[in-house]
């Protein structure tokens, strides 16, 4: 409140949650929603990563690393998806699911270890049973990595695994979203990490999920509204009241 707004530019924050909602609009490319993948890059720059991968291959060399690490076959169990065991594991998705995009459609092993770990966390209706169960960080990192895998391989899935993980992905959305609501009636911070790592993983589940899910345009609306008010609130003088090591935890997903 004050500051100056440019000629243009966005209007300054509402007085509440549901008040910038109502004045948020998110423009979307032409054909935004019929493209895959369509969050990370397009079909048409599979030549282009290409060519990163050889240009910087150290780079490379760390997908692949953590590709290899995700298999079918060491998929994390059902009990630890709900406990939350060793979520950050699941970023490793991510680098299967690029391994396979850039490597071609003759190397099908990355694609495969993908499919395993996104299907046996979208057949979990719990991620993370303890602070605030399904509705914390270790659900964002689940659905934010899971979202990107699933975008990405999608014309590679097969019709049941699209199924079952593009269901996992909206029930698990779904309780994210209603996490922020509750958290919001509470007293939320905005400037807490708690708030905009769930809204930035609400972010791209909706965007995965557009064409698809009903309720992935109220999502998407929504998340870009709270991310909108977690901006306004961090300083611009790159200050952050939890320190520089949340500083290097957390902000990051505000560029994400």
Request: glycine fraction near 8%; include cysteine.
């Amino acid at each position: 409140p004050g500051d100056p707004v440019p000629a243009g530019g966005p209007p300054p924050p509402a007085a509440t949650l549901d008040g910038e909602i109502a004045q948020t609009v998110v423009r979307l490319k032409p054909g935004y929603a019929a493209a895959r993948p369509r969050l990370l890059f397009g079909a048409g720059d599979r030549e282009a990563l290409r060519q990163k991968a050889e240009r910087l291959p150290e780079l490379w060399a760390e997908v692949l690393r953590k590709a290899r690490m995700t298999r079918p076959d060491n998929a994390p169990a059902a009990a630890d998806i709900e406990a939350g065991r060793r979520y950050w594991r699941v970023e490793q998705v991510q680098s299967a699911a690029l391994a396979a995009f850039v490597t071609g459609e003759d190397e099908e092993s990355p694609a495969r270890a993908a499919a395993a770990w996104m299907l046996a966390h979208c057949r979990v209706a719990v991620w993370g049973n303890e602070y605030r169960p399904n509705r914390d960080l270790q659900a964002s990192w689940n659905l934010y990595h899971i979202a990107l895998g699933y975008d990405i391989l999608h014309g590679r899935l097969t019709a049941e695994e699209r199924g079952v993980i593009r269901d996992g992905l909206a029930d698990h959305a779904r309780a994210l979203a209603e996490g922020i609501r509750d958290h919001e009636a509470s007293g939320i911070r905005y400037d807490q990490n708690h708030t905009y790592i769930p809204a930035a993983a609400l972010t791209a589940a909706a965007l995965a999920l557009l064409g698809e899910t009903p309720e992935a345009e109220e999502w998407l609306r929504f998340s870009t509204a709270v991310m909108r008010r977690c901006r306004h609130a961090l300083g611009g003088d790159g200050y952050y009241y939890e320190g520089t090591g949340y500083w290097s935890y957390a902000l990051h997903w505000h560029a994400r």
